[in-house]
C-alpha cells in the first residue's frame, strides 16, 4: 500500500484515576521493627461517577483515551483517488459523558491543494454518525460519548445504555488524476478539545 498522504497528529489530553488499596498481615516475632508500605488515595476519583468531591463540569472529571499519531492515505486500487485510513479509537474512562470538539487542524507541512475532500467521522454514543469537515475546516463539536458506565444520565440511564467508546477514521478524494503519476507527503495537526458534562448528560452552565 503506498502512502501518498500521511502524517497527521492528534494532540489529546489522559486523565488518571485512584491508587489502588493494599492490606497484609505479618506476625512480628521476636524482632524489635517491622516495615510498613503505606499507599494512601487522595482526592478524587474521576472513574467513579458518584464522586462527591469533583465540581459538576471541571476539567477534573476528562479521563479520555485515544491514539495520538494518525495517518490518512491513498491506494493504487482507487487510482489514489479516494483518501482513506485505519480506524482509531476514543475511550471515555470518566464518570462524567464527554463532549469532543475539533477544535484546529493545521497543515504543517505541504498542502491540500489536489485535495477535493478530506473529513474525519466517527460514531457517538448513539451509534448517530458525526464528521467534521477537514478541508474547509471550522471549529465545532465532533461527537459525544458516554460514561465509563455506558450512561448519559448517571441517575437515570442502565448500565451500558449508550456508547463510551467509538472509532473513527478520515476520508475523502483527490483532484482526478493529479496522484496517478505523483506523489506528495503533507503534515497535520489536529487539536481535539474535551468537554465534560453534567451528572444529567447535559453542558454545566459557567
Known amino acids: ?13 489522559l486523565g488518571g484515576g485512584a491508587a489502588s488499596i493494599h492490606a497484609a498481615e505479618e506476625n512480628v516475632n521476636g524482632t524489635n521493627s517491622a516495615s510498613i508500605t503505606v499507599n494512601g488515595s487522595l482526592g478524587q476519583d474521576n472513574e467513579d461517577e458518584n464522586a462527591p468531591n469533583i465540581d459538576e463540569g471541571s476539567d477534573d472529571w476528562i479521563n479520555v483515551t485515544l491514539d495520538t499519531a494518525n495517518i490518512f492515505y491513498t491506494t493504487k486500487d482507487s487510482q489514489h483517488k479516494t483518501i482513506t485510513s485505519p480506524d482509531y479509537t476514543i475511550t471515555n474512562n470518566s464518570g462524567r459523558a464527554v463532549k469532543i470538539s475539533a477544535e484546529d487542524f493545521t497543515v504543517t507541512s ?11 467521522s466517527g460514531a457517538d454514543y448513539s451509534a448517530a454518525e458525526k464528521s467534521v469537515d477537514l478541508k474547509t475546516f471550522a ?7 458516554a460514561n465509563n458506565q455506558g450512561k448519559m444520565n448517571v441517575d437515570t440511564d442502565a448500565q451500558s445504555t449508550h456508547a463510551n467508546t467509538t472509532t473513527y477514521k ?5 483532484k482526478d488524476e493529479y496522484y496517478k503519476g505523483k506523489a506528495e507527503q503533507t503534515a497535520h495537526t489536529l487539536t481535539l478539545a474535551f468537554e465534560a458534562l453534567g451528572k444529567d448528560g447535559n453542558p454545566v452552565a459557567p
Not at 505541504?110 to 474525519?120: F, S, T
Not at 465545532?140 to 460519548?145: I, S
Not at 478520515?170 to 483527490?174: A, F, L, P, R
Open 110 to 120: 505541504g498542502n491540500l491543494d489536489n485535495v477535493d475532500a478530506l473529513k474525519i
Open 170 to 174: 478520515y476520508s475523502g478524494t483527490t
Open 1 to 13: 500500500m503506498k502512502k501518498i498522504l500521511s502524517g497527521l497528529l492528534i494532540i489529546g489530553f
Open 139 to 145: 471549529e465545532g463539536e465532533f461527537l459525544t460519548l
